[in-house]
């Protein structure tokens, strides 16, 4: 796929200098008029809905590509004419925004890419810098920019440069605040100490290894064990998902909270090798140089890739605006499609102890409003559905099991209870149980009480060896298994669903014989329908897995296991582990 920038600079322009006699800065400010208005109807457009937005954004773009070509063309008159930098700056940064709102109705990682390009030249070409401390609202833009260039490169995994921009966004609030003493920034100062919070959560040591499914370090799709037919004949595909969460405090950059970033990356392809790369760059003060900039297009727009599955991620939803984005979503659902919905959410109204009631998704005030019952599901179980429940409420949905109306559900329900451990509390890390199946080594770590200050490198890159061969072993079990449900082996073919399916296992396993809630039921996941035990090898077997993955961390004091699969009985050639 060309790069749509490309087609910005190259497309022609039916309002070009070529104009007869109206000046040409008339032509350009008829064309920001029209530009403006189709963005405002389209910025207020819902993030999901399969295709019935994609024209009118089409339609948008064109006359945006209008307006970049001739601004481009004319800049001298247009200059002469009255034109400031900051307002060129600021048809770019309407541009990131067409791209980045795109990408968000589409999950297509094109869109987020084309929304750095323009971001980056904003800042390279400081477009915002004259005038910045004369006046507020050149201030507010350049800041608005910085907030939003954040989001993009969060969601792209550009760590130095989410730094470099954090870092920019806390001397230009300080600067502001002396400069207009009489303006109030104190949103903006809250704006950063929401950046500061979330960067705590989302460390270097969380991402170690890229939350998206990566084809270097996860098994490849085609390579994938098949189910046999006698379990199931059909073979469905994740195409949408639902992701949102509500916790009082929680750690969150604008709407986007740290568990469903998490969730996000989780059901997307890794652009291949751009992860390393990323990494491993040294970025100048004002970023990475335009013959970069070229390559990094070219790694993000990888052709071998599937499309990533469309995501609609709510934050903080009326149950009648869940309700409305389910139907739309399950009526465009392709027919071997799989809708996935995530919802991570603190507290719950009605009985836990007799698995009825149902899950707060609001102000503790609004009850009946905000309250989300599993029977609200019901009329979705007509589609393929994956539900992932993350609250202490979860058990309460296991009722959808026994009144779907025409397909069987599948769910993965968190714990009752989370382990009471120190670096593991939601309001500073995240739900353990989301982490589990994002990040399974890392909260396997943060559970021992270990974080990326008391990790040897080499010994957690071992362990990631360890436990990636161990799912992959896992998972070809599950899918030879004779006692696999039909609901399950449907969808052990998708490559998100699988991987999911296998890190709920390890989170089970490992939950199931940690030391300090051993035996208790509340501290375990539950997977509905229940999950065959594989016949495994000895070595492969949970419990061993579980022990040699501790003991690489010398913390097996954490785990009751019998003696017969302690480490030292157990033969791991760590020379045959492939990822």
């Known amino acids: 796929m060309c790069s749509q ?16 006699s109206i000046p040409v800065s008339e032509v350009f400010w ?52 009255g034109l400031r930098r900051w307002e060129i700056g ?53 800041l608005r920019f910085l907030a939003r260039f954040i989001m993009v490169c969060l969601v792209l995994n550009r760590r130095e440069m989410v730094q470099q921009l954090v870092n920019q966004l806390k001397v230009l609030v300080d600067e502001c605040k002396r400069t207009f003493q009489e303006s109030d ?31 270097v370090l996860d098994p490849h799709p085609d390579t994938l064990p098949h189910v046999a037919a006698a379990i199931t004949k059909r073979h469905l595909k994740l195409r949408d998902a639902v992701l949102s969460s509500f916790h009082q405090n929680e750690v969150k950059y604008s709407e986007l909270t740290i568990d ?10 890794e652009p291949s090798g ?73 507290g719950s109204y009605g009985a836990a102890q007799n698995e009825s009631g149902c899950i707060h998704f609001g102000p503790r005030g609004d009850r009946g409003s905000n309250c989300i019952h599993p029977s609200d599901f019901l009329p979705f179980t007509r589609r393929p559905l994956l539900l992932v429940i993350d609250n202490d409420n979860s058990k309460a949905f296991k009722v959808i099991a026994e009144e779907e109306k025409g397909e069987s559900v599948a769910m993965l329900l968190s714990p009752s209870c989370s382990p009471a451990v120190s670096d593991c509390s939601h309001n500073s890390n995240g739900s353990l149980f989301t982490m589990f199946l994002t990040a399974p080594l890392q909260a396997f770590c943060l559970l021992l009480g270990l974080s990326g200050t ?51 296992i390890f989170c089970q396993a490992v939950l199931s014989l940690y030391g300090p809630v051993c035996n208790e039921n509340k501290f375990l996941p539950t997977c509905v329908p229940s999950l065959p035990t594989p016949v495994l090898p000895q070595s492969y077997s949970y419990p061993s897995v579980i022990l040699n993955l501790a003991s690489m961390f010398g913390a097996t004091k954490h785990f009751i296991i019998s003696e017969d699969v302690l480490p030292e009985n157990i033969q791991t050639d760590m020379n045959q582990l492939t990822l």
Request: positive net charge; glycine residues 4%; contains cysteine.
């Open 260 to 269: 469903t970033f998490r969730m996000l990356q989780c059901l997307e392809w």
């Open 5 to 20: 920038q490309q087609q910005m600079q190259n497309s022609g322009s039916s309002s070009g200098s070529g104009s007869g």
């Open 185 to 215: 920034f104190k949103e903006w100062k809250l704006v950063v100490q929401e950046i500061v919070r979330f960067l705590k959560a989302d460390t270097a040591f969380m991402n170690l290894r890229p939350l998206r499914y990566s084809l």
């Open 454 to 504: 008391d990790i040897d490198l080499d010994a957690f890159n071992k362990a990631e060896m360890l436990l990636s061969s161990s799912l992959n072993n896992w998972g070809l079990a599950l899918a030879t298994s004779d006692t696999l449900n039909p609901v399950w082996g449907q969808m052990l073919g998708d490559p998100f669903i699988r991987r999911l399916l296998l890190r709920f």
């Open 90 to 142: 600021e048809i770019a940064s309407r541009i990131g925004q067409l791209y980045f709102g795109q990408y968000m109705r589409t999950s297509d990682a094109n869109y987020l890419s084309e929304s750095y390009i323009f971001y980056e030249a904003i800042l390279t070409r400081e477009y915002f810098k004259e005038g910045l401390f004369q006046d507020v609202s050149i201030a507010n833009k350049q």
């Open 30 to 81: 008829t064309l920001v008029d029209k530009a403006d208005k189709k963005f405002s109807k389209i910025r207020d457009l819902p993030f999901y809905q399969r295709s019935r937005h994609d024209t009118y954004f089409y339609k948008v773009f064109k006359v945006y590509t209008q307006l970049w070509k001739f601004q481009q063309e004319n800049r001298q008159k247009l200059v002469e004419a």
């Open 274 to 346: 751009s992860f390393y790369q990323s990494i491993g760059s040294k970025l100048s003060q004002n970023g990475v140089t335009g013959t970069s900039r070229i390559s990094y297009i070219q790694d993000i727009a990888d052709p071998t890739l599937p499309a990533n599955p469309r995501k609609a991620v709510l934050y903080r939803p009326s149950l009648t605006h869940f309700i409305a984005v389910l139907a739309t979503i399950c009526e465009e659902l392709p027919s071997d499609g799989i809708l996935l919905v995530y919802l991570s959410a603190s």
